[in-house]
């Protein structure tokens, strides 16, 4: 557990310098967007405003700063919204959460569910599931985005076109989500169980007359559920860093569209925080998952 | 991204409304009518749900002064003057401005002006107010370069003392310059003033109810404002932000109420709906042409062959949807807030920036300057406007005879073109858009003073300089006016800046609401206070 945890600070101290040192590179110089209007721009005034934010200190200096800060607890302010980062995040935090844990109800119901289907039933079944997942993977979020809001927002009125705070807010943009995702978990799930059918205490089960549905239960889907909840967890995590395209389409002001905004102004303390955030969280999904193998699968308990 | 996704969300959203009504056709540059206001509101309205591009970054204004920011403190914060919705400017917090010699400006300050926790509006806040705009690194310290010192003179007396005359003073005191603060409120707040969770320092018809980070912004109408003549009919103003495709589906759903855009192409949807209204005002934006002096475009010659074969009609239909007219000067006629029918002969005179192309005179001038043939780099930051100039540059180039080819920047490197010459270095044209919050041309004009920051091509003309220096000491309008005509000649004469089309202020209306002003003073009027219900 020492060592897990003591893993995982490295991972975060080298991806912050990595992230730091990237924005530090990109192109465009942060003091265009700190000094405002063009109005404004005289070289008197963009030197104070150079000075005010360290601007000038060499590269080292101004992430030792940061890092110094951040390890007491400050994550600095942001220098676009000039709030407390730890604000911000705390305030746009529940609505990607939120977000995300509509869209893992909806892929990992769903997805199983359609995976099951198309293993149990084969045939005609099978196929129209493929198709069909196939293809809702296929089509870019962004599409479906705006497919969603046209015909359940604008023509028929049922949910609302922008903004968050409530379930039925989050709706649309959850399916958005989920259904790229449906379509990959639907497939393990579907493969999973295919492999399972296959194996012998199925055969010995079968032969001694249990009912299919018991079957099915008890001996080949608790077998395939490990891949299944791996990519569960893979994907959840996966999503944690990619809301900003559905929260962008859908107004939904989330972790997601500020990560992105704080990119295009070079807004250091607030792209440093957000990017640690999804790594950590990536981090915390991924070990949670491989905390929950055990449980799920004795096979893996007595391995361990 | 986001301009696709706003392109899709456009076009899925004509596609669903089906019918006549979604050919998005484009309307005549020509007939755009410019309106100060729209049509006054007759009712009541508890709440209206307003749109912004953007969540504001600060209500401190004098850390940033950004349109969303200002859009909505314009109803929270008083200044000292006032832009009035036909651009003109009057007394407000102050009741009276003499100037008793050029270099000195006496306010006279109303006596029963309170802030929003009820103290006077004192000279003591003036003067400390002034005095932080004019900080080192502040948003509105630029306007205070020619302030010598700012005094209390009595107690209801402010005295500013020049070190030069600057005319345009009075102008600056109607925009974030002259914003009054609870001196008291803003000390208590310290680094969290402007921040969410934290009230104003203000004393205008609204005040600041709840800021949600990242969700919501609400402001509420004060009902112990000071100014009994102002009646807000509007209890509440709900503040969201979304991109274009959100923004578009709230007004024509109606879960909001109103916005005030910046960019052309939301407006476009709502025109052929009869759910919402879009009305057009006075603004003093144009999307211009700024030059380098790198190469060919150091030649005047060369820029006025330019000036007179781009197409500026051609830019307003395809890069501005036909929401924008061809014009002639780096500067909007919502600057002309006086003598304007003296602007408008002078405008109507100019030469050098035709609607549509004329060619031969162009060829000329061209050969005059002895056909160069190193080609000509136009910037674009791959946003549809910027990238309909460009292409309207490569056009007209080869068609007097220079070649033209285009250069994509991104958008987070687009504004570094102000502070970096190395970047500059890279190319010869950087088509972009520019306004001035002051409605006098001046404020524009010493952008074409020698060794100015913006004046890229190193144009310099001694007499230019001067005259510059005249007109801001011009406290007599005729007088100024008549300089800044003859600026204005010099400077498209020798075209400093090569000016395309003026971008009108739209504001967009539910079929609920009406009341607010149409021009450019969304960012110092209290617009909100107009805004009710339709009769």
């Not at chain 1, 440093?272 to 070990?287: E, S």
Request: aromatic residues 8%; hydrophobic residues 45%.
């Amino acid at each position: 557990m020492v060592r897990k945890l003591a893993g995982l600070l490295v991972t975060l101290l080298a991806t912050s310098f990595v992230i730091f040192g990237a924005s530090y590179a990109a192109p465009g110089d942060p003091v265009t967007f700190l000094a405002g209007g063009k109005e404004n721009l005289t070289p008197e005034y963009l030197a104070a405003v150079r000075a005010e934010y360290h601007l000038d200190d060499p590269f080292l200096v101004q992430y030792a700063r940061w890092l110094g800060d951040a390890v007491t607890g400050d994550l600095g302010r942001s220098t676009q919204y000039n709030d407390q980062v730890f604000d911000l995040l705390m305030a746009r935090l529940p609505s990607t959460l939120g977000l995300v844990a509509y869209a893992a109800t909806l892929f990992v119901g769903f997805g199983i569910a359609l995976g099951v289907l198309a293993a149990v039933r084969g045939g005609r079944t099978d196929s129209a599931v493929v198709a069909g997942t196939t293809f809702a993977t296929s089509v870019p979020p962004f599409v479906v985005a705006t497919a969603l809001i046209s015909l359940f927002g604008v023509q028929l009125g049922w949910f609302p076109v922008m903004g968050g705070g409530s379930l039925w807010h989050l709706t649309l943009p959850a399916v958005t989500l989920a259904l790229g995702a449906l379509a990959i978990i639907s497939r393990v799930t579907r493969q999973s169980m295919v492999e399972q059918r296959e194996l012998d205490h199925v055969t010995v089960a079968r032969a001694s007359g249990l009912s299919e549905r018991l079957i099915v239960v008890r001996h080949v889907l608790r077998g395939a559920l490990g891949p299944i909840v791996t990519m569960c967890g893979l994907v959840t995590a996966g999503m944690l860093a990619g809301t900003v395209t559905v929260e962008t389409a859908f107004g939904l002001n989330g972790v997601g569209s500020l990560l992105v905004n704080a990119i295009n102004t070079h807004d250091f303390p607030v792209t440093q925080a957000v990017m640690l955030l999804m790594v950590a969280a990536y981090i915390l999904v991924t070990t949670l998952v491989d905390l929950a193998q055990p449980l799920i699968d004795p096979r893996v308990r007595r391995r361990a | 991204m986001k301009k696709t996704l706003a392109l899709l969300g456009l076009a899925a959203l004509t596609a669903a409304c089906g019918g006549p009504a979604a050919t998005t056709k484009a309307p005549d540059p020509a007939t755009l009518t410019l309106v100060d206001r729209t049509p006054k509101a007759a009712g009541p309205l508890d709440n209206a749900v307003w749109l912004l591009g953007q969540e504001p970054g600060t209500l401190d204004l004098d850390l940033d002064g950004g349109t969303d920011n200002r859009t909505v403190m314009a109803n929270v914060c008083e200044r000292l003057m006032q832009t009035q919705p036909d651009m003109t400017v009057k007394p407000w917090l102050a009741e009276k401005t003499e100037q008793p010699d050029p270099k000195t400006m006496v306010l006279t300050l109303r006596q029963d002006a309170t802030f929003h926790d009820g103290s006077p509006v004192t000279a003591d806040d003036v003067v400390w107010s002034l005095e932080r705009h004019a900080g080192e690194g502040k948003d509105e310290s630029d306007e205070f370069e020619d302030v010598q010192s700012v005094a209390k003179t009595g107690d209801h007396e402010v005295t500013i003392a020049f070190k030069r005359p600057n005319a345009l003073f009075v102008q600056a005191l109607a925009g974030g310059a002259g914003i009054v603060l609870n001196q008291k409120v803003v000390d208590g707040l310290g680094k969290d003033f402007g921040t969410p969770g934290h009230e104003d320092a203000c004393s205008g018809p609204y005040r600041l109810k709840e800021w949600k980070s990242g969700s919501q912004l609400t402001i509420e109408r004060y009902d112990a404002y000071w100014n009994k003549d102002v009646k807000p009919l509007t209890k509440t103003v709900t503040f969201q932000w979304a991109d274009d495709t959100a923004l578009v589906n709230s007004l024509v759903t109606g879960a909001a109420q109103g916005a005030y855009l910046s960019d052309t192409g939301p407006a476009v949807a709502p025109q052929s709906n009869q759910a919402v209204s879009v009305a057009y005002g006075a603004t003093t934006r144009v999307f211009v042409l700024l030059p380098t002096d790198r190469g060919v475009m150091k030649d005047a010659r060369i820029r006025r062959a330019l000036s007179l074969a781009v197409d500026r009609a051609g830019i307003a239909k395809s890069g501005f949807a036909g929401l924008a007219r061809p014009w002639k000067v780096p500067v909007g006629a919502g600057a002309w807030s006086y003598q304007k029918e003296a602007f408008q002969a002078a405008y109507d005179q100019l030469q050098g920036a035709p609607d549509s192309p004329r060619l031969e005179e162009a060829k000329k001038l061209v050969q005059e300057a002895g056909s160069p043939k190193e080609p000509i780099i136009v910037a674009t930051n791959g946003e549809q406007a910027r990238t309909v100039i460009a292409n309207a540059v490569v056009d007209a180039a080869k068609k007097i005879g220079l070649t033209a080819q285009i250069k994509t920047v991104p958008a987070s490197e687009f504004g570094s073109f102000y502070t970096d010459e190395s970047l500059r270095a890279q190319v010869d044209l950087v088509p972009d858009d520019w306004y001035i919050t002051k409605s006098d041309p001046i404020g524009f004009y010493d952008n074409g003073l020698t060794g100015s920051s913006n004046n890229w091509v190193k144009f310099s003309s001694p007499e230019y300089d001067e005259l510059v220096a005249r007109a801001l000491s011009a406290t007599d309008d005729a007088a100024r006016a008549k300089d800044v005509i003859e600026l204005q000649r010099r400077f498209t004469a020798d075209m400093v800046w090569i000016s395309l089309v003026e971008v009108p202020n739209a504001v967009v209306l539910g079929s609920k609401v009406t009341g607010p002003p149409a021009s450019q003073v969304n960012m110092g009027y209290p617009w909100a206070a107009d805004l009710g219900a339709k009769g």
